[in-house]
């Protein structure tokens, strides 16, 4: 089975439709052609294909397992729902994956230092991680203000041998990460892979974070079909960047199944603090790619909100923007407090913790569910496990 | 075709840009250039407009006003700053036209917009690329708009004769040289080192060869930026192509001297001056 079931889009570009491309300084260009080139190298390669799969199995320990959620169908009353359980892969989340699959490829272009960006620390650790067991130099770029929220996740890249480099521009978070790390490639591009969190960023990063990531959707198809003999009839992911539910849409792409993107819309779409790009903004260039952007009137880019840290990204994957646009997938957004309950939902039916990014995903589903048929089945993709979100929701919900 | 009225379009009552005409006198005078740059509307435009035309006085030949943007991932500390200031002072793209219109009636040196994509593509190209070429804009640089990306906002702007200005940096394979030599209009922005914008001591390793490199790949002046604050560099520089662009330097001075517009103009006319004598005295 190669890497991935879908080779149409992008274009050699870069371009999903009108979304997508290559919108960096010249000075990276030749390193993203570079990359794209090892990348293609690499993916007609057997032996890449073959350690990339054993890692999966014996590293990260997939396949994932897909599990039916007995209690949670009773309770919601519609939809069979199964669980795709990232949250159990090593790290607790999907993330792993595509720093795998980019370790790898760093490994096989001979770099031998890395950086990458991270938000609430979870691709950070991941990136720490795979860096860690291949022996690779790592430095992680990360907001003042995240390190203060995430102390948790600093420990464990430090503990890794990470270096965590505190970025104080801007509002010191994801996306000042993210400009910093480009700074930092800029300025290193000779000796240094760039390995980038999610399916956004210039061309070739969201489809090759895709590409690592549809092992989830690959393996959930295969899964249910052995369990039901049968496809979904709907599939839910958060989006925050978009790499989970990207990986686990992907190779449903050409099926009769719909998939339903979910985004944070914080304190309400109305009141201007959510991260619900998709839903609520208009087309723009950040980081390299064309996609849906929150940004102002004069095409300033505005500050995210969630009570998800994994989910406060004024930007998102162009491929979604190009699935939004297409129809080929629904992107709907749920608040922080709706979250919060199905992040109670599912750990008191199923116990089960998902992370807060994650609950959204739940979250929809509570209210999509009841509306469906008992002989339906429905997918969420539970994309990490919810240990991280504890000392905040324990101070939000005020348990002692 | 636009009205060539002077002081209003791009081009002089020749019909030619305002670059390709002082690019011209200074290769006829056998000259190097000096490119100023400062962020527009730090601290606010009537500033701006005044350290224009100071810097033009001090000898600037051509002049890049910033545009400031949320995410300035090509940039260093210095301009980051200075596009947070300008940006809290409520600076807009909209606001810059403005200032570059009012301008024109106060001067003619060549007036360049360097800005992220996201503002113009926002703004609307077409609607863009007329309201720069009406303001008196004569050229745009755009950092993160290779020449891949580059169609669309070029098919606006030739029309209007408003020059967008390709990078070309020591990483550009001779294949990229070459698709950018071709495409340059005005000059080519050689990047004289991997990295962002800001100061940085001595001539970057490499360079002559990398200038070299582009001299073969294009028929139209180069300028050389990134990482060139003081004199001796740009007396350096200036040696290795047709005109070096200073900016974190000289925005540095109005951040220090933001307090004192007087000392500001002073300070930043001063440095202007001292490098254009530097790169005055270069064969």
New interface residues.
């Given amino acids: 089975m190669s890497l991935t079931t879908k080779i149409e889009l992008p274009d050699a570009?870069g371009h999903f439709g009108a979304f997508g491309?290559?919108?960096?300084?010249?000075?990276?260009?030749?390193?993203l052609?570079e990359l794209t080139r090892a990348y293609s190298e690499a993916r007609q390669d057997p032996a890449f294909d073959e350690e990339f799969r054993y890692y999966l199995k014996h590293y990260v320990g997939r396949p994932s397992p897909l599990y039916f959620a007995e209690r949670l169908t009773r309770r919601l009353g519609g939809a069979r729902i199964y669980l795709k359980r990232e949250d159990l892969n090593h790290t607790g989340a999907h993330k792993i994956n595509n720093t795998l699959g980019q370790a790898l490829l760093a490994k096989r272009m001979g770099k031998r230092r890395v950086i990458a960006e991270t938000g609430a620390g979870q691709h950070g650790v991941a990136a720490a991680t795979t860096a860690a067991m291949f022996d690779m130099e790592c430095a992680v770029f990360m907001g003042e203000e995240d390190i203060r929220r995430q102390e948790l996740n600093v420990f464990r890249m430090r503990l890794l041998g990470a270096e965590v480099v505190p970025v104080t521009?801007?509002n010191r978070t994801l996306?000042?990460a993210m400009?910093e790390a480009?700074?930092d490639w800029?300025?290193?591009?000779?000796n240094t892979y760039y390995l980038l969190g999610t399916v956004g960023g210039p061309h070739p990063y969201p489809m090759m974070v895709r590409d690592f990531q549809s092992v989830i959707g690959v393996e959930a198809r295969a899964q249910l079909l052995e369990q039901e003999g049968r496809l979904p009839d709907c599939i839910v992911a958060c989006v925050g960047g978009g790499s989970n539910s990207m990986g686990i849409f992907h190779p449903f792409l050409d099926d009769p199944v719909r998939l339903i993107g979910v985004e944070a819309a914080g304190q309400g779409i109305a009141t201007g603090q959510h991260a619900a790009t998709l839903t609520a903004g208009?087309?723009?260039?950040?980081?390299?790619a064309?996609s849906y952007?929150l940004?102002d009137p004069?095409?300033?880019?505005?500050e995210a909100y969630s009570i998800s840290a994994g989910l406060d990204y004024p930007g998102v994957g162009p491929e979604h923007s190009y699935l939004k646009d297409s129809g080929r997938a629904e992107y709907v957004a749920v608040t922080d407090s709706e979250a919060l309950e199905a992040f109670q939902l599912l750990s008191r039916t199923e116990g089960i913790l998902p992370a807060l990014e994650s609950a959204h995903a739940v979250a929809y589903a509570v209210k999509l569910v009841p509306g469906m048929d008992s002989d339906q089945i429905m997918i969420i993709n539970i994309s990490g496990r919810g240990d991280k979100d504890v000392p905040a929701i324990t101070q939000i919900l005020g348990v002692k | 075709m636009l009205p060539a009225e002077p002081g209003m379009t791009p081009v002089d009552s020749a019909g030619c840009n305002r670059i390709d005409v002082v690019f011209d006198r200074l290769r006829r005078g056998g000259r190097k250039g000096l490119i100023a740059y400062i962020t527009a509307g730090d601290p606010g435009y009537d500033t701006t407009a005044e350290l224009v035309l100071a810097m033009e006085r001090a000898g600037a030949d051509l002049i890049e006003l910033g545009v400031p943007f949320s995410d300035p991932m090509a940039d260093g500390p210095v301009i980051q700053r200075a596009s947070l200031r300008s940006l809290a002072g409520g600076t807009t793209l909209a606001g810059i036209l403005g200032l570059v219109r009012s301008l024109r009636e106060r001067t003619s040196v060549p007036l360049l917009l360097m800005t992220y994509y996201n503002p113009v593509l926002h703004y609307g190209l077409a609607s863009f690329a007329a309201a720069a070429a009406a303001a008196g804009v004569d050229g745009l640089i755009i950092p993160d708009l290779p020449v891949e990306e580059s169609a669309p906002l070029l098919a606006e702007m030739h029309p209007c004769h408003v020059h967008l200005i390709p990078f070309a940096a020591p990483t550009s394979t001779p294949q990229r040289l070459d698709r950018i030599g071709r495409l340059a209009g005005g000059f080519v922005y050689c990047v004289s080192l991997t990295g962002v914008t800001g100061a940085r001591e001595g001539l970057p390793p490499g360079i002559e060869e990398f200038m070299e490199r582009a001299r073969a790949c294009t028929t139209q002046p180069l300028a050389i930026g990134f990482g060139i604050s003081s004199p001796g560099q740009a007396a350096l520089m200036a040696q290795l192509g047709d005109a070096v662009i200073v900016g974190s330097a000289i925005v540095s001075l109005v951040e220090q001297y933001a307090a004192d517009r007087e000392q500001m103009l002073e300070r930043v006319a001063a440095l202007v001056g001292s490098l254009k004598q530097a790169i005055s005295r270069v064969d």
Avoid: C, I, W, Y
């Fill in positions: 570009g491309g290559q919108f960096v300084p010249e000075t990276l260009m030749p390193a052609d521009s801007g996306k000042d400009n480009m700074r800029v300025t290193n591009v000779r208009q087309v723009g260039v950040l980081h390299g064309l952007l940004q004069h095409g300033q880019v505005v």
